[in-house]
């Protein structure tokens, strides 16, 4: 079964050619300065990308005893809607019993939808697609405790390896570990001193 969990190599080189990883001179909306930006929904806008992609992060799931041996009293949780796709696929795939996700309300707090309540949701497994800062998950995980759920798993596709590897006590499962160069601002980054175009990233 861990043979089956495709290489982080092999993963990389499906997120190059489907587009989800780019290599060019980008500056985020915090006025970082980046060689690399992955845009995640470009491989998972075809089907059997996604589907390898969620199967693989399944496995490393299925592989805790916590976890197995609770499903399918399980919910798979995204915090985001960049993550939906990862959370269907990774049900799918351990045939867990439900499905939330989170979204940002027009005032930036994180919220599952109303009429979610207290005592409804499984012990939860939260998934995004990538993982940058871990406060997406952060936020997750406060809600789903507010809503009396206990987390037992949490992992990603990719996860830059500045951001924790522990949500709490539970350790963050994920296909790469991406060593992400960022640069606070223009005047160290290698790129801005080469001249190179920027690229505008909005997330
Ligand atoms: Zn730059």
Redesign the pocket.
């Known amino acids: 079964m861990v043979s089956l969990i495709p290489s982080p190599d092999t993963v990389m080189q499906t997120l190059t050619r489907t587009g989800a990883f780019r290599v060019g ?1 980008f ?1 985020y909306p915090t006025g970082k ?1 980046s060689p690399h930006y992955f845009q995640m929904p470009l491989a998972f806008r075809y089907y059997d990308t996604a589907r390898v992609l969620a199967v693989a992060l399944s496995r490393k799931f299925r592989l805790e005893r916590d976890i197995s041996s609770q499903l399918p009293k399980i919910a798979v949780i995204s915090p985001s809607s960049g993550g939906i796709p990862v959370a269907f696929g990774v049900r799918d795939a351990l045939s867990s019993e439900q499905i939330y996700w989170a979204e940002r309300e027009a005032d930036g707090k994180r919220m599952f939808r109303q009429y979610v309540n207290q005592g409804e949701v499984n012990p939860c497994i939260i998934v995004d697609d990538i993982i940058r800062t871990g406060h997406a998950l952060e936020e997750t995980a406060t809600l789903v405790k507010e809503l009396g759920a206990t987390i037992i798993g949490c992992g990603a596709i990719v996860r830059f390896t500045s951001a924790p590897d522990h949500l709490e006590d539970v350790p963050i499962k994920a296909l790469v570990e991406f060593d992400a160069h960022m ?1 606070d601002t ?1 005047d160290l ?1 290698n ?2 001193k080469e001249n190179a175009p ?1 690229e505008h990233v909005r997330f």
């Open positions: 001179h500056v300065h640069y223009a980054c790129d801005c920027v």
